[in-house]
């Protein structure tokens, strides 16, 4: 029989057995092996019976093993270790933490803003399945692509293609309700946005929520009403169980077309560029566009006319060719020979960069997102760089703790997983401020972008997965490398706190690379925002050829000559006002009527020209400059026409004169006007384009605008008050039966321009934001100097060094630093904002100045930054500084 | 009463360890009990008492000197301690007081 105990149940045993026991039990096993093999038993049979009723709980070892449990209590002494570093290292705790809370916020905001965007339309169960049709016509200047449509075009692709549904829109905007109430009066409502008109099929195509009537009947024929739920609400005042007591109640349109509440649906989501809120049947448009004309006319566009297609199992690219079929089969040859249609999907709608408006505003370029996450990224980069800065300054003043740590027998990625806590720590405090700090600049951002963005921040889940996921990425970003310098210190010389300065101050240092990626990015910024902000007040100041100071526009309800010749006089009897004049529109307006324009001098592909009707006091109100000819009397004929210096260089004359008695057709109707005088250029469109031709009829239909010019000479808030009574009851005793509107024309110019303003003040904040930021971090680097070189200080000061010298050793450092920066920070801004310029067709030339400017600014910074804290260090006692050894 | 409620495993444990007295270790309290009351354990039932005791605070423990019988494996000596010993005592005193409130007739039928 075998003398030895067996070795498995042995080893078995071992494994499972709580290590506090096992050499005890063992010796167990043991001496009872020898007892039962001295009785003669069979002792290792017994044995394995032995171990097995060993295997039960209170002997085997705990699940978690020791192992984790060593290891949760390291976390806590980490966590304790963090907390205490925190307390007792203040200034650098705020300083980190509020770095990284800013960049944080920012981040957070910018993504909101990016996440709103990337979610328009999502809405539409059909999503992936819907299609605009576009036009892209062949020109002078190559292809154009535009969204605007002829009416009976969703119609014909319904005929031609019956697998497919199209449905026509078209987005009014504006209108008048009139809610008639039982005595008889009516309450009248101008709205500003809202109105539009669609085909029944739009109902199929698009997703909406019937709270209301059926869906199926809501608009199968004229005279027929959807109203959301906001609306519904402010014509009737109706809460919600109640909403059915608007069902087939009637609203005015115009006051010219009664029409019954059929259905009412949700409000949309803020996310969409249909904005519909009071939805007519397509053929109700008749009552608001004159050009309707039923609906039948394949030569009348309009950009607010849109056709939508819902396309089903047809392949995009096949049905895009099919189309020209119905190009040969329906347009007039003139049209048919250069267009082709183009289906753009609606998941591309809010981002085109080709078709910049939607119904609901202008789109968002992928381009402008992604510079707009790369601001993002840029925050957050430069809030980590700082806290690399700062956090390896205080690696001197962790030496000690750390070469402690290394003694004891801390390994290496174990100090590594300390410092990578400590840092995890930081950034959820940082997180949790930053969260605080985007909420409060929440609405201030909303209020910026009036509106057009949306940053709800605790609307979804997503603001908090961003934030794990920031948080995640900082403290690996921000808190890898500070770690790994930390955890690499050599423990002997730690301790004995002989840390080499040279260990870490190559030629080229992480440090110092890092700084300098920190100071272009601010410079970068720096730059960008001046030309920026040049460029806006460029536009506030460029001298358009007109004055569009001090003028009151009214939109007007109709053409009728007697209502306009007494508005007029009734308004000119008062003092305050000097002029008054009606016309289609200002000088420059977003609405436009182009037409192709023929002439014996044109020959070759077609040029356009826009067309305004207007009376004889236009020029004079907006101070026009008549280069040749004459303006227009009250008994001008309607054909005669004034137009700008350039038509008549395009029809080739070098002198405006020569073009004065020509004759010019306008559109292919056959519209023929006598050019009778010439105005100097001025331009009709924004500034992001270029000049136009221009032809100023005086024909007295088209007029949609009155302009009051009021008198310059006192402009007091009052004055203003009692001027625009005035010219209320004037519009009230013609026009009772419409709402009175006004507008002044210079802020609808600067709405153009909107978009720019919000971008700007936008960018300002965060220039400022990143700036300070990197001010932080190089706060931090300074720090780190000062801690480096205390002794070499100590010495020159004791060698007779002045407090200039010292200043002088950090400032040098820097001041190379921030040469490299510029070098590569000046020809980057120039590129990108130069590129950014040639978007407009009048930009301002980018000049030396911004650059000075610039790098006198971060010098400033740097400067003031460097010189609050080597001052410090200078002027301490340098018997601080050497005595410790 | 009620607090310390002792099984009879774990009496018949601390007792033996109180026996043993000085030399109570794993195996000789194994020993101890298949001696006198001529039963047999096994190591695992053992030693889990012996944990739970000690966890209890009834009964200490010192490691010993290795020797050369058990393969080198040192010895855990165990040791009544005086919360022990109360409830040990405690233990008794009920076991008594249950015997003497026994009528005598009860035997006798």
Redesign the interface.
Known sequence: MNNQ?PKWPLRFFRWFCDPT?V??????????F??NKSQNKRATWLMI??VI???????IRSMEGYQHLNNYGMIKNYLTTSFRFIKREKTYSLMNISGLALGIACALILFKIIDHQLSFDKHHDHYANLYRVNNEDVTTEGKRLWRGQTHPLARALRSEFPQINAAMTFYNKEGLIGIPNKNGAVKRYQEQSGIAFVEPEFLDIFTMHFLEGDPHSALDQPGKVILTHSKANKYFDLTKDRLHEAISQPITLENERTVYVSAIIEDWPVTTDFPFEVIFHYDDQDAVNPWYYGGKSWEEYNSATNCYVKLGQTDPQDFEEQLSMVVDKYLPEHTAQKRTYRLQPLADLHYSEQIRRTYAGLTKTKNELTIIGLIGVFLIVTACINFINLSTAQAVKRAKEVGVRKTMGSSKWQLVTQFLTETALITFFAAILGLGLAWIGEAPIETIFQHEVNVDLFSDLNTFYFLGLLIFTITILAGFYPSVVLARMNPVSAVKHTLSTRQSSGLFSLRRALVVFQFTISQVLIIGILILNAQMSYFQNKDLGFNDDSIITLTLPNNDSTNLQVLKNELLAHSSISKVSFGTAGPMSSWKSTNPIFHENIDGDDVFANLKNVDGDYFDLYEMDLIAGEGFNNSSPRNHAVVNRKLTEVLGFTDPADAVGETIQYGRGGLKVQIVGVVEDFHASSLHSALDNVIFAHYSWNIFQAAIKVNNGDRTYENLQHTLRVIENAWMEQYPEHVFDFRFYDEELGKFYQLEESVAKITRIFVVIAVLIGALGLYGLVAFMANQKTKEIGIRKVMGATTWNIWNIFSRELLILLSIAFVIAAPLAYYVMNSWLNYYAYRIAIGPLVFVIAVATSLLIALVTVGYRSLAVAQANPILSLRDE | MGKHQLGEFEEVVMLTVAILHGDA???SI??EIENRLNRSV????V??VL??LEKKGYLESH?GEATA???G????YFKVTNLGKSVLEETKDQRMSLWSAIPKVAWDE
């Open positions: 105990p026991l050499e005890d039990i063992e010796g167990d096993l043991l001496e009872r020898e007892q019976i032995e009723r060993l295997f039960r709980p209170g002997i | 270790y794993g195996f194994i020993a096994s190591i695992g039932s030693q889990t944990q739970r490691l019988v058990r393969g494996k040192r010895k855990r």
